[in-house]
Every structure is written in C-alpha cells, then in structure tokens.
C-alpha cells in the first residue's frame, strides 16, 4: 500500500516471485472513466473508489493464494472493506517515503496515467497504519532490494 509512485507495482512483483505468489495489480481494475479522470489530473473521490475496491476485493477472493496485491489503500476505511469482504486474511506492507523521493520516482516513469500534480492529494488522503492494523512500514529510500527483503520478512511473521 502507498502513493502513486512509492514503488507498490515493482516491489509486489519481486515479493511475489520470492514466495510464489500470484500479484494481483489494483491499477488494472480501475475503471477506465477513473483512468481517464486521473489522466486529466483529477483526484478520484469515494465515490470513484469504491466500486474500484469491490474489483480489487472480488479479485482477491477469486484468487487462490497467496496472493499479493499492489494497491493504495490509503485509507483506514478502504483497508478495514478489504479486510472484511476478500475473505482472505491481509498484512499491509505501506511502503513510505518523502514527497520529494516519489515525485521524482513519479516524473520519471512513462506511460503511466497518473500524472505528478496528483501526489499532494494522494498524500493529504494517506492514513498511516494504525497500531491495530496488521502491517508494517517499509521505508522506500533504501535499495529494492532491502525493501524486498524487509516485505519477504514481514509476510513470514
């Protein structure tokens, strides 16, 4: 979980293949009015989201696992709809970093729909893990690998 650009697609890929897992990408279940409104550099509200986390929650559910899935789940609320309707027990790995680090990771990817202007909303939208959650925070300025390393260790708690 995290921010456009902290790095969720690149680092669920790499913990799948480290423990054989099936990566299940959030951004391929937007619908594509979400899509095209990011593109224009609009925030998604709720109501853009929710259908959005049924998808990704019906995925999980359909998926056999383990699973890992690259997904914001910024919010408290957003991850509490997982956590009751996947079916499927969940630990958040939020991978952290400052706004300056992922808005240079965010102006430096191609082809991706969600444009730079849109991290301060997905920051100010952020709610950090909450002690009661099931998770851990991972911070992203250090290498992939170490990042990797530290998500691999989380799911083996």
């Known amino acids: 979980m995290g921010v456009s650009g902290c790095g969720k697609s690149t680092i669920a890929k790499c913990l799948a293949e480290k423990i054989d897992a099936t990566m299940i990408e959030a951004d391929d279940l937007h619908a594509i009015e979400n899509i095209e409104k990011m593109r224009r550099g609009e925030s998604l509200n709720d109501e853009d989201r929710w259908p959005w986390l049924k998808r990704v929650s019906s ?8 699973v890992v899935v690259s997904c914001s789940a910024l ?3 957003y991850r509490q709809f997982l956590l009751e309707t996947a079916g499927v027990p969940i ?7 400052s706004g300056d680090v992922i808005a ?3 102006s430096a990817r191609a082809k991706h ?3 730079t ?3 301060d909303s997905q920051l100010s939208l952020l ?6 959650e099931a998770g851990v925070v991972v911070d992203i300025a250090q290498p992939i690998e170490l990042v990797v390393e530290a998500a691999v ?4 708690y």
């Not at 995925?59 to 383990?66: H, L, S």
């Not at 709610?127 to 009661?132: H, I, T």
């Not at 260790?153 to 083996?156: A, D, I, P, S, V």
């Open 59 to 66: 995925a999980m559910k359909n998926t056999p696992a383990p």
């Open 75 to 77: 919010r408290r609320s």
């Open 91 to 97: 630990g958040f790995i939020h991978l952290h970093g």
């Open 104 to 106: 240079r990771r965010m």
């Open 113 to 115: 729909f969600m444009p």
């Open 117 to 119: 202007s849109l991290l």
């Open 127 to 132: 709610e950090p893990l909450g002690r009661d």
């Open 153 to 156: 260790l989380f799911t083996n």
